[in-house]
């Protein structure tokens, strides 16, 4: 096509995307606040434990910084606001942060399961306690700040959006003290599904009118599950991703999406959209070349095995000293052996953002 064709196409093709609001701006939000693990920890963790690798270089390698993002860049999240026309989320717990335009309480390494229930059932408690119900507790404690009463929080929530996706660390526990696919399944997913509830519903107490809930990757397609869990695993999908495991990511989305429906129901004037990051990621798999995501089981930073990763080695994890960095993480898909690079979450949040926003109902 000549030039004045490419350039009409391309005046049209940019009117359509406006006019059909290709991105988060149609939603008009002033403020977005986040609840989750590492998938959207944008700096939070790092206050609670500054020696993390995390912390520093080569995490955040692609934006010149490291944010205690575990990354080598942007996270979904920061898609997400970029995408609203939105500064980056600033973390809860950094002090410097002022909370303008909403908050993140994310912390890498957390549960949706409370520490009592943790140990309750035995499982290991980590090194962070700022699990799901703690996150929901210190947005109690910020909009304290913001509004004095349930007609004011809601006045001022009307064009705030609020995310959760939180769960893959419960699972991740359970599987590393042994239990089993089936154990997991009838113990563990109901618990975790049942804490994500209880935590939509406070926020709707909140005053929110807008709520993502997010689902789990199927992280049986993670360096780390496919170094850890590829013996006892009984059954691969054709990507070579660990079906069996895969399962109770895909359940546990199964359980999410009806506690979304009942959370509709009681509130049919809160607008909440589950956001099926399982069948993103299968389909980013499925894309990669055209997204030019070519290597999708190793992990881009970190070394040993057949996927570049060895747990539970301090000295070999990525960003220890001298552990080595793909020159390509564009080309890759995990960062490390559990997150993925920052041309991965793009590709991930293009495919989410699709799916969601004819449901965020903006435009009307
Ligand atoms: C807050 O800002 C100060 C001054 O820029 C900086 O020295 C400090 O490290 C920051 N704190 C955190 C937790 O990032
Ligand atoms: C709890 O787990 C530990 C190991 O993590 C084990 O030694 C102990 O026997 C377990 N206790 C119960 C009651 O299962
Ligand atoms: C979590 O741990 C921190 C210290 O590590 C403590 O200050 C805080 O009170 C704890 N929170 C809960 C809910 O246990
Ligand atoms: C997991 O539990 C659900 C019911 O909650 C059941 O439909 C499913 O078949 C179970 N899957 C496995 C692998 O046990
Ligand atoms: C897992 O399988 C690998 C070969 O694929 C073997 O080298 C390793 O010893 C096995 N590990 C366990 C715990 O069975
Ligand atoms: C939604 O409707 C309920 C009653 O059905 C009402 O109590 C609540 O204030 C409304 N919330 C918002 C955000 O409008
Ligand atoms: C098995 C494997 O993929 N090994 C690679 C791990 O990463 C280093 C550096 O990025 C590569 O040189 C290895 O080939």
Not at 71 to 78: A, C, E, K, N, V
Not at 139 to 157: V, W
Not at 159 to 164: E, K, M, T
Not at 325 to 342: A, I
Request: charged share 20%.
């Amino acid at each position: 096509m000549n030039l004045s064709t490419f350039i009409i196409n391309f005046i049209i093709v940019s009117f359509i995307s406006n006019t059909y609001g290709a991105d988060l701006t149609s939603c008009k939000l002033d403020a977005i606040y986040q609840f989750g693990d590492s998938l959207s920890d944008t700096g939070n963790s790092i206050v609670e434990v500054p020696q993390a690798y995390h912390a520093r270089l080569p995490y955040g390698e692609t934006i010149g910084k490291a944010t205690g993002r575990p990354s080598d860049g942007l996270l979904m999240i920061d898609y997400t606001a970029q995408s609203a026309g939105l500064p980056l989320l600033e973390p809860y717990e950094n002090p410097n942060s002022t909370f303008s335009h909403g908050a993140d309480f994310s912390v890498a390494g957390v549960t949706a399961l409370s520490k009592e229930t943790l140990m309750k059932l035995n499982l290991s408690l980590g090194f962070s306690n700022t699990s799901l119900e703690v996150q929901i507790e210190s947005m109690k404690k910020l909009l304290s700040t913001i509004c004095n009463n349930a007609r004011d929080c809601q006045e001022k929530l009307k064009s705030s959006l609020f995310i959760v996706g939180i769960g893959g660390n419960d699972y991740g526990r359970a599987f590393q003290r042994g239990d089993s696919v089936y154990e997991v399944n009838k113990t563990i997913v109901p618990l975790v599904v049942a804490a994500i509830e209880d935590s939509i519903q406070k926020i709707i107490n909140f005053g929110a009118r807008r709520i993502i809930v997010t689902g789990s990757y199927p992280i049986g397609c993670s360096p780390a599950y496919l170094t850890m869990f590829s013996n006892t695993s009984t059954t691969k999908d054709s990507f070579g991703c660990l079906k069996d495991y895969n399962d109770i990511f895909f359940n546990h989305g199964v359980g999410l999406k009806i506690a979304v429906e009942k959370a509709t129901k009681a509130n049919p004037n809160v607008t909440i959209v589950f956001s099926d990051l399982y069948n993103a990621l299968l389909s980013v798999i499925k894309d990669r070349s055209t997204l030019g995501l070519t290597s999708y089981q190793n992990a881009c930073c970190g070394t040993g095995g057949k996927y570049n990763v060895t747990l539970g080695q301090l000295d070999k994890m990525c960003g220890a000293k001298d552990i080595p960095v793909c020159p390509n993480p564009k080309e890759y898909l995990f960062w490390d052996e559990w997150h993925f690079t920052h041309q991965a979450n793009k590709a991930l949040f293009d495919f989410l953002l699709t799916e969601m926003l004819p449901k965020l109902q903006c435009t009307s």
